[in-house]
């Protein structure tokens, strides 16, 4: 099992940033892929960012592409989401997920996760 908590949400303004956390514990040593996902109030939950552990490849959707950034801290089994340049509509429940699938490079669908966080609120105000 993975265990995944966040940290970093917040209230800013249109244009500010913030920078997400997700520490991971459990089997972090067999996880191949990790995300940031996000909902609004009456949206589904989509894919932000995406990493993948086997390979140094990341993925972006283009509604945050070039402002958003994922990272990773392998020592400190941590996971980062930087969102500069926010806006209003970047407002919702931010979560980080996490699976163990060795055949999937890097999953961009909340079907291809399976460890998921307990959210944190991202507020952007116009």
């Known amino acids: 099992q993975v265990q995944l908590v966040e940290s970093g949400g917040g209230l800013v303004q249109t244009g500010g940033s913030l920078r997400l956390a997700c520490a991971a514990s459990g089997r972090t040593s067999s996880i191949t892929y990790m995300g940031w996902f996000r909902q609004a109030p009456g949206k589904e939950r989509d894919i932000v960012a995406a990493?993948?552990?086997?390979?140094?490849?990341?993925y972006y959707p283009d509604s945050v592409k070039g402002r958003f950034t994922i990272s990773r801290n392998n020592t400190k089994n941590t996971l980062y989401l930087q969102m500069n340049s926010l806006k209003p509509e970047d407002t919702a429940v931010y979560y980080c997920a996490a699976d163990r699938n060795f055949r999937v490079l890097l999953g961009t669908s909340n079907s291809q996760y399976n460890y998921w966080g307990q959210g944190t609120q991202v507020t952007v105000s116009s």
């Open positions: 990493i993948s552990y086997k390979e140094d490849i990341t």
